[in-house]
């Protein structure tokens, strides 16, 4: 048992893993019997629409559901009030909504760092392609670090926007994010932050970062597919333009005019995955009873001792210190490609993610075709992982 989880409870709530050692977490987290729970309540209880569009006692609960949700990520963030929580589908159409909405024109710039997920990267070089924005990636040193000389360098009074990854996908590092922020506060621009791979696994406190705008995916949080947040300060989210338009995202319409709701809901069109929603709340609720802090501790310890047994036996990408990698354990084999290793994991029932991860743009600028990605979380167990290196020792035999 780790310090503060009592591991082996935990997992009665997750069937898959009697089955399988799943180690596929930054993609995707399995999901506790309370959240599904949850999904199957609304299906049977009350599978209408919210309230905005009508006001039944079944709509009223579906809108209860919404706004506990709602409460819940404000908590979980500190954030300032519950209209700071934007619902979205997911990471990557929170950044797009920021992206389309902000209203950035030519020569405007934008800044991000080196290894970006695509959703953090394709956004801006479309951008940079219809609007005329520049784009410019700040350097990571040879451990995935951040260079905030760097960064000081690259910011100037075109700057409008830092948007950068928070814990990384590709090698689990952290940035300095209260330091960046206040780089870019100190050249008015604004600050956003992809925290699909930090807010699942850490403390992330809005407030004590100074973030302006920050994105990231409930269903990478034991949370139903499909449910994503964008967290922005109010002042922020009532000049930002949505992403779309339409029904419950509009107070009023003329042929010729329309008149948008306030935020969140002006974020928020058309019929929303309700069924996803009403499980905000306890998906949220179960990773903070659990306590993110030792949620950070379990995933680290797993990950330093994959490291301890593995680090003679393959390449690992990032630093050698795994408290440095947070639960992210991405490595390569010099003799067996990354694909062919995922299989020979799987043939062992162990699920991991082969391939290039969504960050393309590191693995070809540094002529890597991929490499295999361990990632942990609050289910994953000492023993799965001692199995994981056995397996791996054997290979490199």
């Given at each position: ?28 987290s399995l999901k506790p019997h ?131 990854v928070h814990t990384s996908n ?89 008149t948008l709701q306030d935020a ?134």
């Amino acid at each position: 048992m780790s310090e503060g989880l009592d591991v082996e409870k935990i997992r009665e709530d997750f069937p898959v893993v009697d089955e399988y050692i799943y180690f596929d977490n930054a993609c995707l987290s399995l999901k506790p019997h309370p959240v599904r729970k949850a999904v199957d309540r609304y299906y049977t209880e009350f599978p209408v629409c919210e309230g905005k569009r009508s006001a039944h006692t079944l709509s009223t609960r579906v809108t209860r559901h919404i706004k506990e949700g709602r409460k819940a990520v404000q908590k979980l963030l500190n954030a300032s009030d519950p209209d700071e929580i934007v619902f979205t589908k997911n990471t990557t159409e929170a950044i797009n909504t920021v992206a389309k909405g902000l209203g950035l024109e030519k020569g405007d710039k934008v800044l991000s760092t080196d290894k970006e997920h695509n959703s953090n990267l394709a956004p801006w070089i479309k951008l940079k392609e219809h609007v005329g924005i520049e784009y410019d990636q700040v350097s990571t040193d040879d451990k995935g670090e951040l260079d905030i000389e760097d960064l000081k360098e690259k910011m100037d009074q075109d700057v409008k926007l830092v948007s950068m990854v928070h814990t990384s996908n590709l090698d689990g590092t952290t940035i300095p994010a209260s330091k960046v922020a206040d780089i870019a506060h100190e050249n008015d621009a604004y600050f956003l932050l992809d925290g699909a791979q930090s807010v699942p696994h850490k403390p992330v406190d809005v407030k004590k970062i100074g973030v302006d705008l920050l994105a990231f995916s409930i269903h990478k949080m034991l949370g139903p597919t499909g449910v994503g947040v964008l967290y922005g300060r109010e002042e922020l989210l009532e000049r930002l333009e949505p992403l779309m338009y339409g029904g419950g995202s509009v107070k009023d319409t003329e042929y010729s005019d329309i008149t948008l709701q306030d935020a969140p809901a002006k974020f928020e069109a058309g019929l929303q995955n309700f069924s996803a929603l009403a499980a905000v709340k306890p998906a949220v609720e179960y990773v903070m009873n659990l306590g993110l802090k030792d949620i950070e501790k379990h995933e680290t310890r797993l990950n330093r001792i994959a490291t301890e047994e593995l680090k003679d036996a393959v390449n690992i990408i990032g630093p050698e210190d795994p408290e440095r990698r947070s639960g992210i354990f991405n490595f390569k084999l010099e003799k067996l490609g990354c694909h062919e290793i995922t299989l020979l994991l799987d043939e062992e029932d162990i699920l991991l993610r082969g391939g290039m991860q969504c960050v393309h743009s590191w693995y070809n600028y540094h002529g890597l075709e991929g490499a295999n990605r361990a990632s942990f979380y609050l289910y994953n167990t000492e023993e799965e992982v001692k199995k994981f290196t056995e397996v791996i020792k054997m290979l490199t035999d």
